[in-house]
């Protein structure tokens, strides 16, 4: 049916790299014409970035409602948190251990100055009173004060400001809470509720299916309104991290992928196959939550996986598991301790690990630039000037963002099909055979 | 002699009315105004220190003279429609003072800071550019202390304990033990000597107008990951035209000139609009 194949068309991965590279073109090509069509492709950006609220707390409470009320799922749960943390300090270690190793603040004086000079540019010079009164504010930033930040007082508040974190810790606490409500024989309340948020989280995900059909006209305009507005020498001055970071990330994906396929059917490029298109969606949509559904799907009819066991994992390990994050951190610590001298000590390395992944969970559910903040919690203790590498990443963010977010949803994905492999005996089935 | 006066009133009215004339021909040439001789003589003499202030007067890479300062001095030229001539010989800001006194410049513009001492020796027009005074902060050593930009007013303003480089015998050496009364306060010989100490690490901060604060990082370009700008918005430099105590006129004159003339006063901009 016609239908049918333009659908299959639109999603076919190798469309949305010729709309990428079509976009490419127009934006070299014609740069106003770029700056017009980037209207379009934030208006795509919206749109996705509507159901991802929706989404994540759909997901989460369903999905930790299950964990909590059905045996099969509870036992699954150590194992998650197990591979969590096992994976983040992986990554978090390996980047360290990389950025030792490759130096990627081991800046030419030239590329000081460029970097320099940029970040003069982008701040205000600082201005004070010097005879006023000034009150010894004790702002200390304890942990305390970060969980009182964090606890929503009012739901609907934390909704309507796009209190991401607040919004995690309310679903999490709901779906806990819903699940460990007794069933009692006959009463269907419970089930209701959860039935009531599965169907949420279904129409939301049809949605983004939708929206996601139409993605390679979008990456045209997306791609075409970037290349129209690049700015190039801070870049190319801070080339070294960004390839390392993708030259490296990249080399991750393919090691998760080669671990996963060992000894399946379709092998390591049956599985690639069918992680292109998840991954390519969440490259080029920088939306973890969006692409939280592609991916489901994908676990679901390619993998041919248990949907409750699907539906239940991926949430939760979308939200805790904040890979590409940590990776990146990690990496830019390295640079930033090189672009400063910092002495590194054996205990400085150990505090970075555990800060790096600490800091890449303060960046549940959130991505994008806004996240950076959080890498103060890092660079602060070990006497690096924060202030002057925010402005550095806040610039490179446009290029590297797409990589975080493939990272996060590709290694997720790998964990969740690896645990399913590994611990799902209900099934038995083989990846790429039908059940 | 009263007799001939009372008999000859028309003659004696006459005489005097000639005398008063001579008179005040007289008075009027002695109160010349400035603005005429300068006309009269065909060229402005403007008073400008021995060596060249970027971005005030200076020698740019074509070789011209150029500058805020000589654009003023333009200014005022192209108004009286006459030419100029720079007297530099002043080797220092305070040298200026004695010439315009003694009438051998018509006025000074040039980076003159107007101060109440100078004030009592010559008249200052309208303040045309005012620079604040400024720090530069080692952001290393601000993070190893754990102070990030909102803590900087309690760390400067209350009981600063701090290095701060300064210029022996310079007003920042005098501003520095008023405004930081328990910092140590550290003098070198020259400018080059203070920036060089703060760059290297040696200071926890640095001390002058803003101008020269901004070019350091301007002519050190990979100094600003290193060296933190703070500009203290409540202690003012102004910089003034000069002119001698009596010319009243030609003092009005000039602030009207520089009301009516577009003066950059954005110490940034001013580095960017005037190139080295």
């Given at each position: 049916?016609?239908?049918?194949?333009?659908?299959?068309?639109?999603?076919?991965?190798?469309?949305?790299?010729?709309?990428?590279?079509?976009?490419?073109?127009?934006?070299?090509?014609?740069?106003?014409?770029?700056?017009?069509?980037?209207?379009?492709?934030?208006?795509?950006?919206?749109?996705?970035?509507?159901?991802?609220?929706?989404?994540?707390?759909?997901?989460?409470?369903?999905?930790?409602?299950?964990?909590?009320?059905?045996?099969?799922?509870?036992?699954?749960?150590g194992?998650?948190?197990?591979?969590?943390?096992?994976?983040?300090?992986?990554?978090?270690?390996?980047?360290?251990?990389?950025?030792?190793?490759?130096?990627?603040?081991?800046?030419?004086?030239?590329?000081?100055?460029?970097?320099?000079?940029?970040?003069?540019?982008?701040?205000?010079?600082?201005?004070?009173?010097?005879?006023?009164?000034?009150e010894?504010?004790?702002?200390?930033?304890?942990?305390?004060?970060?969980?009182?930040?964090?606890?929503?007082?009012?739901?609907f508040e934390?909704?309507?400001?796009?209190?991401?974190?607040?919004?995690?810790?309310?679903?999490?606490?709901?779906?806990?809470?819903?699940?460990?409500?007794?069933?009692?024989?006959?009463?269907?309340?419970?089930?209701?509720?959860?039935?009531?948020?599965?169907?949420?989280?279904?129409?939301?995900?049809?949605?983004?299916?939708?929206?996601?059909?139409?993605?390679?006209?979008?990456?045209?305009?997306?791609?075409?309104?970037?290349?129209?507005?690049?700015?190039?020498?801070?870049?190319?001055?801070?080339?070294?991290?960004?390839?390392?970071?993708?030259?490296?990330?990249?080399?991750?994906?393919?090691?998760?992928?080669?671990?996963?396929?060992?000894?399946?059917?379709?092998?390591?490029?049956?599985?690639?196959?069918?992680?292109?298109?998840?991954?390519?969606?969440?490259?080029?949509t920088?939306?973890?939550?969006?692409?939280?559904?592609?991916?489901?799907?994908?676990?679901?009819?390619?993998?041919?996986?248990?949907?409750?066991?699907?539906?239940?994992?991926?949430?939760?390990?979308?939200?805790?598991?904040?890979?590409?994050?940590?990776?990146?951190?990690?990496?830019?610590?390295?640079?930033?301790?090189?672009?400063?001298?910092?002495?590194?000590?054996?205990?400085?390395?150990?505090?970075l690990?555990?800060?790096?992944?600490?800091?890449?969970?303060?960046?549940?559910?959130?991505?994008?630039?806004?996240?950076?903040?959080?890498?103060?919690?890092?660079?602060?203790?070990?006497?690096?000037?924060?202030?002057?590498?925010?402005?550095?990443?806040?610039?490179?963010?446009?290029?590297?963002?797409?990589?975080?977010?493939?990272?996060?949803?590709?290694?997720?994905?790998?964990?969740?099909?690896?645990?399913?492999?590994?611990?799902?005996?209900?099934?038995?089935?083989?990846?790429?055979?039908?059940? | 002699?009263?007799?001939?006066?009372?008999?000859?009133?028309?003659?004696?009215?006459?005489?005097?009315?000639?005398f008063?004339?001579?008179?005040?021909?007289?008075?009027?040439?002695g109160?010349?105004?400035?603005?005429?001789k300068?006309?009269?003589?065909?060229?402005?003499?403007?008073?400008?220190?021995?060596?060249?202030q970027y971005?005030?007067?200076?020698?740019?890479?074509?070789?011209?003279?150029?500058?805020?300062?000589?654009?003023?001095?333009?200014?005022?030229?192209?108004?009286?429609?006459?030419?100029?001539?720079?007297?530099?010989?002043?080797?220092?800001?305070?040298?200026?003072?004695?010439?315009?006194?003694?009438?051998?410049?018509?006025?000074?513009?040039?980076?003159?800071?107007?101060?109440?001492?100078?004030?009592?020796l010559?008249?200052?027009?309208?303040?045309?550019?005012?620079?604040?005074?400024?720090?530069?902060?080692?952001?290393?050593?601000?993070?190893?202390?754990?102070?990030?930009?909102?803590?900087?007013?309690?760390?400067?303003?209350?009981?600063?304990?701090?290095?701060?480089?300064?210029?022996?015998?310079?007003?920042y050496?005098?501003?520095?033990?008023?405004?930081?009364?328990?910092?140590?306060?550290?003098?070198?010989?020259?400018?080059?000597?203070v920036?060089?100490?703060?760059?290297?690490?040696?200071?926890?901060?640095?001390?002058?107008?803003?101008?020269?604060?901004?070019?350091?990082?301007?002519?050190?370009?990979?100094?600003?990951?290193?060296?933190?700008?703070?500009?203290?918005?409540?202690?003012?430099?102004?910089?003034?035209?000069?002119?001698?105590?009596?010319?009243?006129?030609?003092?009005?004159?000039?602030?009207?000139?520089?009301d009516?003339?577009?003066?950059?006063?954005?110490?940034k901009?001013?580095?960017?609009?005037?190139?080295?």
């Open positions: 049916m016609f239908k049918n194949s333009v659908i299959r068309v639109l999603t076919n991965p190798m469309t949305s790299i010729l709309a990428m590279v079509l976009g490419g073109l127009i934006g070299f090509a014609n740069n106003e014409l770029g700056v017009k069509l980037s209207v379009y492709g934030e208006m795509y950006q919206l749109l996705l970035k509507m159901t991802v609220i929706p989404i994540l707390v759909s997901a989460v409470i369903t999905s930790l409602g299950r964990f909590v009320s059905d045996y099969s799922m509870k036992k699954m749960l194992k998650i948190v197990f591979a969590l943390v096992l994976f983040s300090f992986i990554y978090s270690i390996v980047g360290i251990g990389i950025g030792y190793i490759f130096r990627p603040g081991d800046l030419s004086e030239e590329d000081r100055s460029i970097v320099s000079e940029q970040i003069s540019l982008q701040s205000e010079v600082f201005n004070m009173e010097l005879e006023t009164i000034v010894e504010s004790s702002q200390q930033k304890e942990i305390i004060d970060f969980l009182l930040f964090v606890i929503p007082a009012n739901i934390a909704l309507s400001e796009n209190h991401i974190l607040a919004i995690l810790v309310f679903s999490i606490l709901f779906g806990l809470a819903l699940g460990a409500v007794p069933k009692k024989k006959g009463q269907k309340i419970q089930s209701f509720v959860i039935i009531f948020f599965l169907e949420i989280y279904s129409v939301f995900s049809n949605m983004v299916k939708y929206i996601i059909m139409v993605l390679p006209f979008a990456l045209i305009c997306i791609v075409s309104s970037e290349i129209a507005n690049s700015g190039v020498s801070l870049v190319l001055s801070s080339g070294k991290l960004i390839a390392i970071f993708y030259i490296f990330g990249t080399l991750l994906m393919i090691i998760n992928t080669i671990f996963l396929s060992m000894g399946t059917k379709v092998g390591f490029f049956g599985v690639t196959k069918y992680m292109l298109y998840p991954s390519l969606v969440a490259f080029t920088r939306n973890s939550i969006a692409s939280m559904s592609i991916a489901i799907d994908v676990l679901k009819d390619k993998f041919k996986f248990n949907h409750k066991y699907v539906q239940s994992t991926m949430p939760l390990l979308m939200v805790l598991g904040r890979f590409g994050n940590i990776f990146y951190f990690a990496l830019v610590s390295m640079f930033a301790i090189q672009l400063y001298y910092v002495q590194l000590s054996a205990g400085m390395i150990v505090f690990c555990i800060a790096v992944v600490l800091a890449g969970l303060a960046t549940s559910g959130a991505n994008g630039f806004a996240t950076l903040g959080v890498l103060s919690i890092v660079m602060e203790p070990i006497g690096v000037p924060f202030e002057t590498i925010l402005v550095i990443l806040l610039i490179i963010d446009t290029i590297v963002d797409p990589l975080r977010t493939t990272l996060i949803v590709h290694t997720n994905t790998i964990i969740s099909a690896l645990l399913h492999r590994f611990f799902i005996k209900e099934t038995e089935t083989k990846i790429g055979e039908s059940s | 002699m009263s007799i001939w006066l009372v008999k000859n009133k028309v003659k004696v009215l006459l005489i005097m009315f000639v008063q004339s001579i008179q005040l021909g007289f008075a009027q040439s109160n010349t105004s400035i603005i005429e300068i006309q009269q003589r065909g060229y402005l003499i403007v008073g400008m220190t021995a060596s060249d971005p005030f007067y200076y020698i740019n890479s074509l070789g011209k003279f150029d500058g805020l300062d000589v654009d003023i001095a333009k200014k005022v030229a192209s108004k009286l429609e006459v030419d100029i001539q720079y007297n530099r010989e002043a080797r220092s800001f305070n040298g200026l003072i004695p010439l315009v006194v003694n009438r051998d410049i018509d006025f000074v513009v040039s980076k003159l800071s107007r101060t109440l001492a100078r004030a009592k010559v008249n200052y027009t309208e303040p045309y550019i005012i620079f604040r005074q400024a720090l530069l902060l080692n952001r290393i050593k601000l993070a190893q202390a754990g102070i990030s930009e909102h803590k900087i007013p309690t760390l400067l303003a209350n009981n600063f304990t701090g290095d701060i480089g300064v210029i022996e015998n310079s007003s050496e005098r501003y520095a033990k008023i405004n930081f009364p328990s910092a140590n306060v550290i003098s070198y010989h020259t400018w080059e000597q920036v060089e100490a703060g760059i290297t690490g040696q200071l926890f901060s640095v001390y002058r107008d803003e101008l020269e604060i901004l070019k350091v990082i301007k002519e050190n370009p990979s100094s600003n990951l290193t060296l933190k700008p703070v500009v203290l918005s409540d202690q003012t430099d102004p910089i003034a035209i000069a002119v001698h105590p009596a010319e009243h006129h030609f003092l009005a004159y000039l602030n009207i000139v520089l009516e003339m577009y003066i950059e006063k954005d110490i901009k001013l580095l960017t609009l005037y190139k080295q």
